[in-house]
Structures are given as structure tokens and as C-alpha cells.
């Protein structure tokens, strides 16, 4: 009973009951089994609805309930090697990407893979400028300089805005990118020849282990790669602390986390913010008014197979930083032993995405 979906509408017991605010029976469903992410015929789960009756005790049930099932998912997925995707998270991997072939579209504002599936588009340089701003400009008021490493080049943008920005100046900006395509097309650009930038033509898995093994560290790191599963975004975190600053790297990634869906955009949200406070970083997600003109057209979306960017006109920005306290507490774990340091989780209370936020000027 509790998995039942009216035929016609796909309205579900649990969708009812948050809708309507029975925040008892919403517990009783989801114990007995109702499966949290359903969706009915109009793409809308139980927390759409609790969200837009503002039954915000119910979305926070429903988020933490979400954000539990997806953690445990992921982690029976990754005992078993299963890469299948949950809540639309991962329908875009595609395994062969780096042999598929590349495209720009003719008027410069789309690259395209083989599926004519768009792997950057120009609307996101608002976006881009945001992270900069943040990456950047966010306590440096005396503009000291910075070491940037971007992960996926694509179109160039944010490299572009790296280059052309007066937050501060960019003592090393380096380059990782995987596809051959992107890469021819990086040299014809002449990026190998521009001040203080480094390309590495490689996986990220590859590189990141060996710029750990020289030192080498960044103030600022985006990651922006293409067609990789959840858990390569996990590995990558787990890599990027190696690399980033101590004590005050910044790190931000685009945020394209089940684009489909608000609600459960919020609980993919959740978990990388719970899985980066596990090692050690804070995260919060400012909110970005999205000002880009016609983004909802369907001229901008012309030729693409698949939209990836659904009629929102907020995009919630991540902010990572070093957890303070967490980097206080290793220190103190580091003295007096140089063989052996032990990881330490942080154990403070990591609000929701939807609730730290910061609207950017």
C-alpha cells in the first residue's frame, strides 16, 4: 500500500500526506517502507509538495531521510561496484566519453559530445563569474596572491574570467583537462603560452597524486569535469585535501546536482556537504540569482538532446573552507609523533543547503 501511485495523477500516500502536513503519518509511511524519491506524472516527489505547502518540519524530515537512504545506498553501491545512479544524480555518466568526439557549435556558445549533449554552454558565464568572485575576491581585501587549479576546461570560461579578474593576482594557474578534443583546442589558443598557466593533459585520478607528491598546493580549486559518477566526485574530495591550502583554501565546484529536481538537488547537496564535513571542510551554498537572459528559451537549448538546467533562476553556490576547529584538533594530533597521524572526523551539526545561505551582489 504504502509503494501504491494513483494511475492517472501518480500521487502517491506519502506525496498526500506531505501536502497536506500529517507530519506523524509522513514518519509512519517512510518506516513502513514509502519510497521517499517517487514522483508523480508532473516529476513532483513528496518533498516538492511538502515545500510548496511550506510544511518546512516535513521537508526537514524528508531531507534528512533522503540524505540517510542516498549515504546508505551509496555505500552498499560501492561494496558491490555498482555505478547505477539514484535520484537522477548520475544520468548523465557516460564511460567513454574521453573517446568520444567533441564539438563547438558554429556560433561558439556550446561544446557538444557525441550525443549532442552539451558538456558547457556559454549561459553559465554569470555562474562562472560567481565563483571567481567567491574563489577569489572572499577575504582578501588586501588582494594577496593566489595559486588556482581548475579541473575541466571545456569552452575556457572561468579560465578566461581567471585571467581577465582584478580580485588578485594569479601567481600559478593551472589546467587539468581529459579530452583530447578540448585539449587540441587549448593549444590552438595559445593557453600553453599564457602567463603562469600550466595544462596537465590528463585524468585527474592521475594527476592529483602526483602534484600531492610535489608539494604542490592551491588557495582556490574548482572542479568542473563531465560525465563522471557521484563517487568520482567523493574521490576527488578525498584527493582535493591533499592539495588544497591550509588554513584558508578555497574550494567550489559547479553545481549540477540532480538539475531535475529542486528537492532533490537540496538532498544531493546535503550529502557532499556531509561528506565534506567528514573530511574536515566546511560547506555552505550561497544563493546566485541566475540572470541570464532567455536561459528558459528554447532557442538557447536548440540542438541540444538534453537540457540540463530546468526554469530555476537561483543557483546555490558552493563554498567550501577548512574547518578550523578540525585543522586545530590534527595539529595537535601531529605533535610529538612524525609517523603516524589519525584521521579525525568533524562532529559539528551541518545545516541543510537551503538554510546557510548568502545572496551574492
Known amino acids: 500500500f504504502v509503494s501504491q501511485q494513483d494511475l492517472e495523477t501518480g500521487m502517491s500516500p506519502l506525496m498526500a500526506a506531505s501536502k497536506a502536513g500529517h507530519k506523524a503519518l509522513v514518519q509512519q509511511l517512510l518506516d513502513c517502507g514509502a519510497p521517499w524519491n517517487a514522483v508523480d506524472r508532473e516529476g513532483k516527489c513528496a518533498g516538492n509538495y511538502a515545500t510548496d505547502a511550506q510544511h518546512w518540519e516535513i ?43 567533441l564539438t563547438y557549435n558554429q556560433d561558439g556558445t556550446a561544446l557538444l559530445d557525441a550525443d549532442q549533449d552539451a558538456v558547457m554552454m556559454e549561459w553559465e558565464r554569470p555562474i562562472m563569474k560567481a565563483h571567481v568572485q567567491i574563489m577569489l575576491a572572499d577575504n582578501n581585501e588586501d588582494k ?30 593551472a589546467i587539468i583537462e581529459a579530452h583530447p578534443d578540448v585539449y587540441r ?46 563517487f568520482d566526485m567523493e574521490d576527488f574530495h578525498t584527493q582535493m585535501t591533499t592539495i588544497l591550502a591550509k588554513p584558508n583554501g578555497i574550494y567550489s565546484f559547479f553545481n549540477g546536482l ?11 547537496c546535503n550529502v557532499i556537504q556531509l561528506q ?16 541570464v537572459q532567455n536561459i528558459n528559451n528554447d532557442k538557447v537549448w536548440q540542438g541540444i538532446r538534453r537540457k540540463y538546467w530546468h526554469n530555476r533562476d537561483v543557483y546555490y553556490l558552493p563554498r567550501v573552507t577548512w574547518n578550523q576547529e578540525f585543522l586545530g584538533r590534527k595539529s595537535k594530533a601531529m605533535q610529538g609523533t612524525s609517523d603516524h597521524v589519525e584521521s579525525m572526523d568533524t562532529t559539528e551539526d551541518h545545516s541543510s543547503p537551503v538554510k546557510r545561505q548568502r545572496t551574492l551582489g
Open 258 to 268: 540532480a538539475p531535475d529536481n529542486l528537492f532533490f538537488h537540496g538532498v544531493a
Open 144 to 173: 594577496r596572491p593566489k595559486r588556482v587549479l581548475n579541473v575541466g576546461f571545456g569552452m575556457g570560461i572561468i579560465d578566461t574570467i581567471i585571467q581577465e579578474q582584478d580580485y588578485a593576482p594569479v601567481t600559478q594557474h
Open 59 to 101: 521537508v526537514n524530515l524528508l531531507v534528512d531521510w533522503g540524505t540517510r537512504a542516498e549515504l546508505i545506498l551509496g555505500e552498499l553501491q560501492r561494496c558491490s561496484g555498482d555505478r547505477s545512479g539514484s535520484s537522477g544524480r548520475d544520468t548523465a555518466t557516460k564511460p567513454d566519453y574521453l573517446q568520444q568526439s
Open 185 to 230: 583546442k587549448m593549444i590552438h589558443d595559445g593557453w600553453d603560452q599564457k602567463p603562469n598557466v600550466t595544462i596537465h593533459h590528463g585524468r585527474w585520478q592521475d594527476i592529483l597524486p602526483q602534484l600531492a607528491a610535489n608539494n604542490v598546493e592551491f588557495d582556490a580549486i574548482f572542479f568542473d569535469t563531465y560525465a563522471e559518477h557521484a
Open 276 to 291: 565534506l564535513g567528514k573530511l574536515g571542510l566546511d560547506s555552505e551554498f550561497l544563493t546566485c540569482q541566475i540572470q
